[in-house]
């Protein structure tokens, strides 16, 4: 997400969470979209940043659905302990940072980002495109990168110093 549309997305989120702050609404920012909860669960411990989300939300707001065996999106499940789900609520922010995720919340406009989540194989990483190089193979002829473009390489390198 480039800088400028992140800064349009936070500008409509905290208009969106002070026009919704009145009925205890939030607005999370993940993946490059815009997610307006209608209620969030108040945190017992009263943590600053926590964010409750409804577990029927959770699917929304990051793709995941609860399971038996945890948080799961595709074949991928993270255990969740039972301090993280409380009645119909879902502590979003302590899934986050067990799975390795950044967030960063501010409390009072009620606005919560959520940074790429590595355990995902994460978008960055997807999006980018090795630059072409060319070696010789074992009986010298060039082999380029750009070859075997549209399928899996895997590339081993190795230095003598």
Known sequence: MQRRDFLKAVGAASLASAA?????GATVLYDDHVV????IGPDPK???GALWIRKGDLPRV????LKPQGACRADL?????????????FNLTAFAKKAGQMVV?????????FGEMQALGGGLSNSRT???FTVPDRLGRPVHLAGFRGKKALVVTWASW
């Open 20 to 24: 919704s702050a009145a009925s205890a």
């Open 36 to 39: 307006a909860l209608d209620r």
């Open 46 to 48: 009263r943590i600053a």
């Open 62 to 65: 990051n793709g995941f659905a």
């Open 77 to 89: 499940c993270i255990p969740i302990p039972k301090d993280m789900v409380r009645g119909d609520y």
């Open 105 to 113: 919340a501010d409390d009072e406009a009620r606005v919560w980002s």
């Open 130 to 132: 090795a630059p072409d």
